[in-house]
């Protein structure tokens, strides 16, 4: 049995009355990859943001490794070792796109330890790597705000990578893509299996298919299924949930 | 960038070059204006560093020039021949004495409730020490709590317009020890050892010059540090550089605080040539006039909003000379500034900036396409 | 006692007056507008010249200066403010540009003083607005005596509220409004003409402050730099309130006039001032949103 790289006990969340996340418990084994599925309000998005510390949960705990991370603060979750790609793509819109990556690669959180120049060899490296893994080495020097839609996803893609977190959280990493982009977007994935513990929300079944090993489905802010693709595809419950309304699957 | 890099300082060389010239072609007269408008370019590059580079749009920048200001004041205050020839072994500035009650003891310790405050500033040091920690101390107040709360945007601008008028207003209402509406005038000089610093001598100039391109310099290198490129980060995306794992007020308000001593400084410089200091350096106006010059002079160009500064104000100077344009050429600013922020978003630093792309960049054939991002798309984010 | 929450009634009556206009602006087109001061010193000259060259007095200049003021707004907005939606700090520096536009043509009697031509009325000078007899002198009410200009200003300031309130919360056009405050593209795509609604908005905001010019003319000392302050409160009352927000507005245009007026009771005007700024940078921290902030995901 692998570790268990995140564990979820009992968590939720109370929007004046509104549980958008309501006592999800679920653990993540280290070098997992796992979707979380669900239709529009089930949670997927608020679990993620709850984890991170966008939200702060109303109980329930967050443990990363054997480290309890519930309700920290974002910045200190993130050194702790969880990155996080938003579902509206946000990147350094003004810097290059290897200066994006720099920044990154910077593992000094606090102003202080900055104030020199340079982001040393070790850096560069990675970069460079990162970048050849994203596809962007021709667009290293371009300015964020240009690159195209697709791009700008794998550059924040990229940003995780460089970080180099223990978990890493996607929100619905193919949104607004071709067919070409979410392809490339799967093999980018793919790459990371097993480098790192990562946790996807998604909704193309087609990418979900490429990329997935275990499903979690969220219904309702609650953990309805949990199992592979094929277990999660023949459930009656799921089918129940989806197929008669939204037939997502 | 980097094929950029070399051209950027070249600029600053020429700069700073010509101001270490301008002794040669001008008078006395002229040397002191232009040593204040010196001043005011440090403003500008003040600005820009909080506003191109960090994002926050500082209302109240005032509040810093005019905290140096009076700190170093005090001291040359008390330094005044008035001060020292009013019959005590202590000095005690004139005002004090025209306002004591009946009675009251003419010694400085005591002359009026709050008089004691003054006492330190019997050293001119002690005034020049204060002039840059009170401004440094109240931005890292105001900055602690400010980017904590995760206040941004125009509500920051809100806040520092404020409350620099709050401070102007208790200033005019601390008569007894500020001196109320008329500020603190005839003042003593600046000492440096033996050689006192005239405001229309050669040496107070170079002062004034050598101060400016030690700040412009260092400023530039500050935002080529690692922690100025995370700053530029935390700019364009605070959620990201957040999620990045950076603790994004502390970015944040270490730069307002270094863009707040470049204020105090610039304060007391003023002081020294300019031998006043006034509520009217806390007022509105005055504030949103710095914003105006570095909006002219490229609002993402520490060079170019220092120049921006000096250019206005010296053509002010030239135009105002003539009787009776002084305030037609008031309103020619105002049309400037119009035009500028619809036509020229990013000042005269950036025309150079896209001259320089287009002539240097691209005849040395470089690979590197130069693109920047017109300051609009990041304020349309907001 | 009875005075002194009279007096901080009507304080807070000039500045909601003010800020009227700019809860407007700010609030559903996202313009700082900086000369927003310079319509209601526009407003104040109107009062000052209808009453030389017209012979009427302040209720005639009420309706006049909202028409002069409303104008001039549609002309900025069309020239200038249109090519900046969206840019919020930049729409408050080009409006600074144009504040000292207008401060200088009125300083510069619109450039003949350089030709020796003076108008009267104009000019750097200060100018004063004789109030009408009914509007003089104080009546009593419980033993308090009340000064019955400011009691106007206050009737004027509850008409015009509850008219802004009308237009806004009962009308289609303000439905349009409150339809862009909330999301403009969206706003758009439904038919809704952007572009006209802005500029009738901001027309209607500048004639709002206008009107308060009229009011202030008939109280205050008229010069050509008497709006600058105004902005700063009327902004301070907007953001404390909570941007888009009219109740809000209300609100703190209240609690603001009633602080002062008790500050500047028990210690001086000056303090007052400083205090309201106080009150105003605490709460902004607090609640950065303002009191009455829009609700919505």
Redesign the interface.
Known sequence: MADTALTIDGLSVDFEGFKAVNGVTMTVDEGELRVLLGANGAGKTTLMDLISGKTKSTSGRVFLHDTEITNWEEHKIARAGVGRKFQIPSVFKELTVRRNLEVASCRKPGVFANLRFGFGADAKRTVDQVLELIGLTEEQNQVAAYLSHGQTQWLELGLLITQNPKIILLDEPTAGMTQAETHKTSVIVNNLKGRHTIVVVEHDMAFVREIAERITVLHLGQVLAEGDVREIETNPKVREAYLGTKGIL | ?SSKRPIDWALYAVFVVLIMLAPLVMDSFWLNRVAKYLVYGMLGAAIALSWGYAGI?NLGQGLFFGAGAYMLAMSLKLASQTSLQQGSDKPVPDFMLWNAEPGAPTELCCINKASFLWLPFQSQWFGVAMGLVLPVALAGILGT??FR?R?S???V???T???V??VR??V??AQPITNGFNGLTDLGWFKVGDLEFDPYVVPTYYLVAVSLSLVLVSARL?V????G?????V???Q??????????P??QT?FFAVSAAIAGFAGMLYVIVSEFASPTFMD??FS?TM??WA?VGGRSSILGACIGAILINVISATVSETE?FA??W??V??????LV??YL?RGLGGLAHDLVDRFVVRKRGGG??A???TS??????? | MLEVLFIGLSLGSILLLVALGLAITYGAMGVINMAHGEMVMVGAYVTVLSGIYLHTNIFVAIPLAFIVTALLGLLIERVVVRRLYGRLLDTLLATWGIAILIQQAVRLEFGLSFFGIHIQGLGPGLQNVSVPEVLQGTFTIAGADLNRYRAFIILVTVILSLLTWFIVYRTTMGTQVRAIIRNPKMAAACGIDVTRVNALTFALGSGLAGVAGVMMSGFKTVFPDMGTPMVVDGFLVVVMGGVGSLLGSVFSAGILGEINGLVAAATNDILARAVVFGVVIAIIVLKPKGLFALKGR
Not at chain 2, 224 to 227: G, P
Not at chain 2, 229 to 233: G, V
Not at chain 2, 239 to 248: E, K, P, Q
């Open positions: 960038m749009l709590i400010v709360k206040i945007g125009v509500f601008s809100i806040i317009l404020a409350l008028l709050l207003l208790v005019i209402d500050l080529e540090t690692r922690a490129i995370i700053l530029q980060a700019r364009d995306d959620n990201r550089a957040r999620y990045l794992g950076f603790d994004v502390s970015y270490f509105l106006t949103i914003v105006v909006a009776g305030e037609a008031k309103a600013i105002g049309l400037i500034f119009v922020v619809l978003p590197e396409r693109l920047r991002v609009t798309s990041s304020q349309a984010a907001e």
